[in-house]
């Protein structure tokens, strides 16, 4: 059986979940690379980065990403008047 707690947040705590969310990303990514080796994307490339700081390019990732321009565009249907 699965337990939650609904918690009730008010305008500025709902905004500030997205910042803490990024914060807590980021320790942990630096707490990652001071014990071991991580590979993540950097500026369109797969780099691992090991203990020592060393970083080493795996894979160009440059056609992987698309122009937000080439991106299909969503358009939303009008709401008609119920009579």
Known sequence: MAAYTDIKVGKYEDDMIPKLAIHAFHDA??????????VYAKAEQLVERDIHGNETVLQDLSHAYVDVGVLPTLTRKKKHATV
């Open 29 to 38: 990514f630096q707490k990652a690379i001071t014990r071991s080796s991580v």
